[in-house]
């Protein structure tokens, strides 16, 4: 009896050795779902911590994060040889601007002139004048004379905004303030690349101001954009409100047409809305209204206002095969 219950006792490990294989093999493949359903679970407890962003004055503006959703800030020297690439591929050369087929080469005052007499563009007249959406637009902005009312090229406004861009690391959430912005040949590729109501501008023009308005934003498609642009003269600054604080201020082409004491009053009235330290004045061609003074009574000047020189920049294009001189200013005290 003893014999037969060892006998089977016995056969009965040998029996269950095959079983617990298979349970120990169900086990782990039990046991390996298990963990995979675990590691893929998104639940918000086994999510990993955001990791921080950089600081974007870290981030180089010609890069595609920095820009993303705005286009490139900056012309890199790939996209200009890419231009050359594709003119010499194309075996595109300048010629003389003549009449040809499909061409036909006017001045503006002649195209404007076409405009008055034949009618170029179709439009509602007499009974029929308010049976649009729209309000009459000057001739002369149809034919854009004002492209041609200022001493650099239309185009050159881009190479302006790519340099100050750059010198600010501007961001989206910038302020800017431009003095006599003109008919925004600087100042729309600005407002393009800035947030909403970020680009101030105090312009004395009216003309100028015609053709921002009537003309240049609704063209761009940049109405919306809602840029705050008030006339007015006298480096009064009032109208923009009294809390904001701009990371760029820059004037182009203005302080040298302008008296010097007119000069010191706008720069006293606008250290107070320069960011501390990070803020930046931008002055272009020349500073006389300091040099003037001398050297060392114009930094006394400076140093008053709580401004301070930080020195020339002679910024060569990319673009246009020209440069630019610009001067540089900040704020040095809270």
């Known amino acids: 009896m003893a014999i037969s219950v060892s006998r089977a006792m016995s056969k009965g490990v040998v029996m269950t050795v095959p079983v617990l294989i298979l349970t120990v093999s169900v086990a782990a493949i039990f046991l390996f779902f298990l963990l995979s359903s675990l590691s893929s679970c998104s639940c918000p407890s086994q999510q990993p911590l955001a990791t921080p962003v950089n600081?974007?004055?870290?981030?180089?503006?010609?890069?595609?994060?920095?820009?993303?959703?705005?286009?490139?800030?900056?012309?890199?020297?790939?996209?200009?040889?890419?231009?050359?690439?594709?003119?010499?591929?194309?075996?595109?050369?300048?010629?003389?601007?003549?009449?040809?087929?499909?061409?036909?080469?006017?001045?503006?005052?002649?195209?404007?002139?076409?405009?008055?007499?034949?009618?170029?563009?179709?439009?509602?007249?007499?009974?029929?004048?308010?049976?649009?959406?729209?309000?009459?637009?000057?001739?002369?902005?149809?034919v854009e004379e004002h492209h041609s009312n200022y001493g650099e090229p239309w185009a050159g406004g881009r190479d302006v905004y790519e340099f100050l861009a750059q010198a600010i690391q501007l961001r989206p959430d910038s302020q800017v303030l431009e003095i006599g912005c003109g008919t925004l040949r600087v100042g729309l590729?600005?407002?393009?690349?800035?947030?909403?109501?970020?680009?101030?501008?105090?312009?004395?023009?009216?003309?100028?101001?015609?053709?921002?308005?009537?003309?240049?934003?609704?063209?761009?498609?940049?109405?919306?954009?809602?840029?705050?642009?008030?006339?007015?003269?006298?480096?009064?600054?009032?109208?923009?409100?009294?809390?904001?604080?701009?990371?760029?201020?820059?004037?182009?082409?203005?302080?040298?047409?302008?008296?010097?004491?007119?000069?010191?009053?706008?720069?006293?009235?606008?250290?107070?809305?320069?960011?501390?330290?990070?803020?930046?004045?931008?002055?272009?061609h020349n500073i006389k209204f300091c040099s003037r003074l001398g050297g060392e009574e114009c930094t006394k000047r400076l140093m008053s206002l709580g401004l301070e020189y930080l020195g020339k920049h002679t910024h060569d294009s990319l673009l246009f095969n020209h440069y630019e001189i610009w001067f540089e200013f900040r704020r040095s005290k809270i």
């Open 55 to 142: 600081n974007a004055r870290n981030v180089d503006v010609g890069s595609s994060e920095s820009s993303k959703g705005n286009g490139f800030i900056a012309t890199r020297k790939e996209d200009v040889e890419w231009v050359k690439i594709q003119i010499q591929a194309n075996g595109i050369h300048m010629q003389e601007n003549v009449l040809r087929k499909g061409i036909n080469p006017r001045t503006r005052a002649q195209q404007l002139e076409d405009l008055k007499q034949f009618k170029g563009i179709s439009h509602y007249e007499g009974p029929d004048s308010n049976n649009h959406t729209t309000f009459p637009c000057p001739g002369g902005l149809l």
């Open 189 to 284: 590729h600005f407002i393009r690349y800035l947030n909403p109501e970020h680009f101030h501008c105090l312009e004395r023009d009216e003309l100028s101001l015609m053709a921002a308005f009537r003309y240049e934003l609704p063209a761009q498609g940049l109405l919306h954009k809602r840029p705050l642009i008030v006339k007015g003269e006298d480096m009064d600054f009032s109208k923009f409100g009294y809390g904001v604080t701009y990371d760029l201020i820059y004037a182009s082409a203005v302080f040298l047409h302008m008296p010097d004491k007119l000069v010191w009053v706008g720069l006293e009235r606008l250290a107070s809305k320069l960011k501390p330290f990070d803020g930046r004045i931008f002055v272009s």
